[in-house]
């Protein structure tokens, strides 16, 4: 494999590139390092096993006074390097400024906060130049304090002359503050009535967590909900007022070794949650797993991550306990970042409010990453990496604004070599989504000084992100089908050369196809240029449309009925009267709102509900994430049979099947097992139909359905093991997150 890695920071002449050579050398990999405008740029080549080390002594070995403000990674197809050197810099290029994303707290500064000698001794604000806020505070470039909602703090005498001081560790930091002159905390009470400031906030918020209150704490990009996380009944309490039911939340420990003590992860995922990014990982729970049971009901998995600003390392290491933080938001909404918005729109949910007086300027919520198939896949790029670009193997032509689409939005920049992804919007289903949606647009249009020659929408012409395309840029918009930007942002981040066509697999919940109906489960034919439908699923018929998307039991209902017929009438298998039955019958036999779909997560989702597993959901992608739970308790082998004719993937046999087995008693959870099985076998059984025909063998994974452990690390290695070139996600996430990379890449060759 090779390893490519790109960092910020302050990494040039401070002996980087020695110390990546020698690593490099004895370690026997190949490859280079060099200087580029924006910091280093490190390719490494060898066995996994080896870079997978390099990538983790890279941070913990590197030279002292080397500091790493963010480093985004990917294992991609070896170039064939002879030996390792230091290639000459790459001097000129873009000057455009990297706006730095937020980096969290570094050891000297915890050092500061935490010696009752200093003077930052408990200052929740302590920064410098190598740690602190960067995107959520810079209001304007260039990136001085009076562009930042720091302006607001007069320098003290003090924090003035550390600024000043070349040889200080503070010298030109923007956000420069102490007790005397930044900003402080206040904790009020949920009607906004100020309790206490100061210190005192700090020991009454951690009084207050220890006896099972709910505190909306305000972080780097927004406010989260914050409790004790081994409380069940305070844990049990933010859910029912926060009306999520059943989503997992994140919880945030106070250090790696507590980490380790509940759950089981392995050195890459130590490295993820340590790493300067601070993501929550999403890892598996001990056995012993000792935290409230409601942190993530039924789930052998949890998010965890460590504090990455000052007041929460504070906080945390004050309670010495962990605390649930998730997102201060009511239900689909944009985070809450202003204390205006937190006492409007929190006082039902949060007892108190921690806040302080400095501005959000933008929201950037926490980002969320999973080790799979031994690589970091993202699965929302946020804090920590927005607004870093990821850099593509080719330069656009004109600048150009990428859309999204209209769920887990996000949107997208390009000029020259880069494309600026934003953070993480979310779905653009409220008004308060589709104004931050707005304001982002705007937002990233200025501070990257662009003014595109082209914009990039979804073909769905419903969605917001489509029709805000056509009112405010319809003389150079150009629309580009879903899935053909799930593999476009595929191929893109694992740098498929501009000549070679991959074989694409794309499956998830629903996109919108040029021939008007839902698509989701496509087997695509694809090269930068264009793209074409090789295989999909058998359409089927969702009774309800955008119902059956909460309803699983209606695509169960749909799909027994294309299936066994009639007798889906008469059986018992999902929970419907014999009134829906027929109702649903009528729907699909006349076809009354019951589109069409080929759509891969539906077929998770119905087949959850016919063994049993759940009828409604309460969030996006529940059924297929308890199904893949579900599954992983079993070692089951076999798989179901499925049908191909022509160009279309026949699921009947599946479902026929999966009726023979429950009617024999089958557990569900090789019922489970069994169907991602079968979903691996298409995989791999069309991909070599394909290169038969075409010779290519390249096959992209991408798409919200390989967010799935099982069938992503079974389809990666079974392709791998047949000489096949697997393509998945390392920098953007697989699922809509990642859409707007593709968009733009669109532009590029048209
Ligand atoms: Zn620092
Ligand atoms: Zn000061
Ligand atoms: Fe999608």
Redesign the pocket.
């Known amino acids: 494999m090779r390893l490519k890695l790109q960092i910020t920071g302050i990494v040039q002449g401070v002996g980087f590139r020695p110390f990546v050579f020698r690593l490099a050398k004895t370690a026997g990999l190949k490859g280079y390092v060099l200087n580029d405008p924006d910091g280093v740029l490190i390719e490494v080549e060898g066995e996994k096993k080896k870079l997978d080390e390099f990538l983790i002594r890279i941070d913990k070995e590197k030279p002292e006074i080397a500091k790493i403000y963010s480093l985004q990674h990917t294992f991609i197809e070896e170039a064939g390097y002879k030996e390792f050197r230091i290639k000459k810099s790459v001097e000129q290029g873009d000057k455009r400024a990297v706006v730095l994303p937020d980096i969290s707290v570094c050891e000297e500064c915890l050092a500061d906060i935490t010696n009752p000698k200093d003077r930052r001794f408990i200052y929740p604000f302590t920064n410098c130049t190598n740690c602190g806020p960067r995107f959520t505070i810079i209001k304007s470039l260039p990136y001085d304090r009076k562009n930042t909602s720091m302006r607001d703090f007069r320098v003290c005498p003090e924090c003035d002359r550390e600024y000043h001081s070349a040889s200080d560790r503070r010298f030109h930091a923007q956000p420069n503050a102490c007790h005397v002159c930044g900003p402080w905390i206040s904790l009020y009470d949920s009607g906004g009535n100020v309790i206490c400031t100061k210190e005192d906030a700090l020991e009454k918020t951690v009084n207050l967590l220890r006896k099972g209150n709910i505190i909306a704490v305000k972080g780097i990009g927004g406010y989260h909900l914050a409790c004790d996380a081994a409380n069940e009944e305070a844990v049990k309490r933010l859910r029912k007022k926060k009306d999520r039911e059943e989503k997992p939340m994140a919880v945030m420990f106070p250090d790696i070794n507590y980490i380790k003590a509940e759950t089981l992860i392995n050195d890459l995922e130590e490295r993820a949650i340590s790493s300067i990014e601070k993501p929550i990982v999403i890892v598996r729970k001990r056995e012993t797993f000792s935290l409230a049971r409601s942190v993530s009901p039924d789930k052998s998995t949890v998010g965890v991550f460590l504090p990455c600003t000052p007041l929460h390392y504070l906080i945390l290491h004050k309670l010495k306990k962990p605390v649930v933080a998730t997102s201060a938001n009511i239900s689909g909404e944009p985070v809450v970042k202003d204390e205006k918005d937190a006492f409007a729109r929190l006082p039902d949910i949060a007892d108190y409010v921690l806040a302080y007086n400095r501005e959000i300027v933008r929201r950037c919520d926490d980002s969320v990453v999973r080790v799979i198939a031994e690589r970091q896949t993202p699965v929302r790029r946020s804090r920590g990496f927005a607004p870093l670009p990821v850099i593509i193997p080719f330069s656009f032509k004109k600048p150009v604004l990428a859309l999204g ?1 209209d769920m887990n939005n996000t949107i997208a920049v390009g000029i020259d070599n880069k494309v600026f992804l934003s953070q993480h919007i979310g779905d653009l289903d409220t008004p308060l989504a589709m104004e931050f949606y707005e304001e982002t647009i705007n937002d990233f249009l200025e501070l990257f000084d662009i003014d595109p020659g082209i914009v990039v929408s979804d073909m769905h012409p419903g969605y917001y992100s489509t029709k805000f395309g056509v009112r405010h840029f319809s003389d150079k918009l150009v629309k580009v089908q ?2 053909f930007a ?1 593999i476009l942002s595929c191929m893109t981040e694992n740098e498929v050369p501009e000549d070679t066509g991959v074989i694409g697999f794309a499956f ?2 629903t ?1 919108y196809g040029p021939d008007k109906t839902l698509w989701g489960g496509e087997v695509l034919i694809a090269s930068y240029k264009g793209f074409k439908r090789a295989y999909h699923l058998r359409p089927y018929r969702l009774p309800g449309g955008d119902k059956a998307v909460k309803e699983p039991c209606r695509t169960a209902f749909s799909l027994l009925y294309e299936t066994i017929g009639d007798e889906a009438g008469e059986n018992d298998y999902i929970p419907l009267t014999k009134e829906e039955k027929s109702f649903f019958i009528k729907m699909i036999k006349e076809n009354i709102n019951s589109p069409a779909t080929t759509s891969m997560g539906r077929l998770f989702d119905g087949v959850a509900s016919i063994i049993g597993l759940r009828h409604k959901v309460s969030y996006h992608a529940q059924t297929a994430m308890e199904l893949e739970q579900l599954a992983l308790r079993s070692d089951e082998t076999g798989s179901y049979p499925f049908s191909i004719e022509q160009n279309i993937i026949g699921h009947r046999p599946v479902i026929e099947m999966i009726i023979n087995d429950l009617k024999a008693k089958v557990p569900n959870e090789i019922i489970a097992k069994k169907f991602h099985n079968t979903i691996v076998k298409m995989i791999i059984f069309i991909a070599e139909l394909l290169r038969k025909e075409t010779g290519i063998s390249h096959v992209a994974l991408s ?2 359905v390989f967010q799935n452990s099982i069938l992503l690390e079974n389809a990666y290695r079974r392709l791998r093991e047949r000489g096949y070139t697997p393509l998945i996600h390392q920098l953007v996430p697989t ?2 997150g990642g ?1 707007s990379l593709g968009q733009a890449v669109y532009s590029r060759f048209l």
């Open positions: 689409p879903h899935h799930h998830d919940g996109g798409g919200g699922n809509d859409i």
